[in-house]
């Protein structure tokens, strides 16, 4: 499939895709939505991903849904926005939280409405310093979704949450950092090197261990201690028989940087 609202690559172990309608703050419209379904499912399918960062064209990281492709005018059929929520936003989500490698967000500039959720929903949020955060659904009558009302509570805490859903106020990328809404806040001029540097760490990890971890702390929402010790136990014992944990332990013992090759 060619692509004209992403760019994508996989070149070196880094799967890079940028979602890029600039001029609508890279807000999704349908055909943006299944080009991501594709890229996020070739990255999936190519062994040779080891991580993935997800950014934005232009000043903005992403306003969420193309609020001009709703013709939603009083008198107006109204859109079915639950087989919106079903056939785009749901699969990506869960796309994002199960790709069997860590996604890195590169918060570049504001991220509002389902654009601040996707990006919650990666496993590392590096943000520069004048991106922004906006649960702004409220403000056309919705409610937080892809995942806002599940990751929001659980990052913040339920008072922080419920003020940034019932406000839709625009939390900056120090607060948001500040509060444990995401990993890093950096200078606009560093977020580039900054995401550089962990894609080449993560690019030459071991990376089944690192989709492991990612497995086990989501499970962990929902898991009784003695049901995610069953959890660990499992994930371990696979884990025991890789090449890269053989790899880490050799490479140890003969005090050497260990060579992963993420199997
Ligand atoms: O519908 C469904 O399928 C259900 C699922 C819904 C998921 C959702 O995401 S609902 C929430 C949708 N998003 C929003 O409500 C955010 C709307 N945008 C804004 O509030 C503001 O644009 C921002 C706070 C994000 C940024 O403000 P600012 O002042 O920096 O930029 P701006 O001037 O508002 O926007 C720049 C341009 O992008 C502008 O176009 P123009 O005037 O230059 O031609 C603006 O219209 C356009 N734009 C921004 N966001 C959207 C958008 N165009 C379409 N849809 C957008 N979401």
């Known amino acids: ?4 609202n992403i760019l994508f690559s996989i070149d070196a172990g880094i799967a890079r895709l940028t979602l890029n309608r600039p001029d609508r703050l890279n807000s999704f419209n ?8 594709d890229a996020l499912d070739r990255v999936r399918d190519e062994p040779a991903a080891r991580v993935m960062v997800l950014t934005g064209a232009g000043r903005g990281f992403c306003a969420g849904q193309d609020l001009s492709d709703r013709a ?6 109204p859109v079915d926005l639950g087989d919106s929520i079903e056939r785009n936003y749901k699969p990506l989500i869960v796309a994002l939280r199960s790709l069997p490698l860590p996604v890195v967000c590169a918060v570049n500039g504001v991220a509002a ?6 990006a919650l929903a990666c496993d590392i949020v590096i943000a520069a310093r004048s ?15 892809s995942g806002g009302t599940y990751f929001l509570p659980r990052l913040v ?4 949450a419920m003020g940034l859903a019932l406000t839709g106020d625009k939390l900056s990328a120090d607060d948001a950092a500040q509060w444990g809404l995401i990993w890093r806040c950096v200078d ?7 995401v550089d540097k962990l894609l080449e760490q993560f690019a030459r990890a071991p990376t089944r261990g690192l989709a492991a971890i990612k497995e086990a702390l989501q499970a962990a ?5 003695v049901e995610q010790l069953d959890l660990e136990r499992d994930l371990q014992r696979v884990l025991g028989a890789s090449d890269d944990y053989r790899e880490g332990v050799a490479a140890f013992t003969a005090k050497r940087p260990p060579l992963f090759t993420g199997r």
């Open 221 to 225: 929402e929902g898991n009784t201690l």
């Open 113 to 118: 409405g389902a654009g601040a959720n996707i």
């Open 157 to 160: 805490g339920a008072a922080r």
């Open 131 to 145: 991106a922004s955060f906006i649960q702004a659904f409220a403000k056309i009558g919705l409610i937080p979704d």
């Open 1 to 4: 499939m060619s692509y004209e």
């Open 30 to 37: 349908e055909a943006m939505h299944v080009e991501v379904r």
């Open 188 to 194: 606009d001029g560093q977020l580039q090197p900054v």
């Open 72 to 77: 939603v005018a009083p008198g107006e059929e």
